[in-house]
């Protein structure tokens, strides 16, 4: 079955940086697209950045541009998120996420209905 797995959350102050990875399995990697979203209690999960099968196709939120960097690496079916400058309201719960390639990524990757596969979430904590 399809799995998504993903590791580096933990606690780091604001300014700092972290390292999130995603590993992919159970599936084509480079017949999808992969997201990061974020989710904080009683809330909805918000979109953070996504990137195409053949990373042509990059998104950012705005909060999160010039930040974070999302990058994949399909011989190893791995998905990375660089955040740097990390702020307070960058914490949360991060899922990496996995949707088939299709015609309306470009106009729908922030929208977490595009994605069929979800990782179990890691835990990244900004604070003093």
């Known amino acids: 079955q399809v799995q998504l797995v993903e590791s580096g959350g933990g606690l780091v102050q604001p300014g700092g940086s972290l390292s999130l990875a995603c590993s992919a399995s159970g599936l084509s990697f480079t017949n999808y697209n992969m997201g990061w979203f974020r989710q904080t209690p009683g809330k909805e999960r918000d979109f953070v950045a996504a990137i195409g099968w053949a990373s042509r196709n990059i998104y950012y939120t705005e909060s999160s541009k010039g930040r974070f960097t999302i990058s994949r690496d399909n011989a190893k079916n791995t998905v990375l998120l660089q955040m740097n400058s990390l702020k307070p309201e960058d914490t949360g719960v991060y899922y990496c996420?996995?949707?088939?390639?299709?015609?309306?990524?470009?106009?729908?990757?922030?929208?977490?209905?595009?994605?069929?596969?979800w990782g179990q979430g890691t835990q990244v904590t900004v604070s003093s």
């Open positions: 996420a996995a949707g088939p390639a299709r015609s309306s990524y470009a106009a729908d990757h922030y929208k977490p209905d595009l994605y069929d596969y």
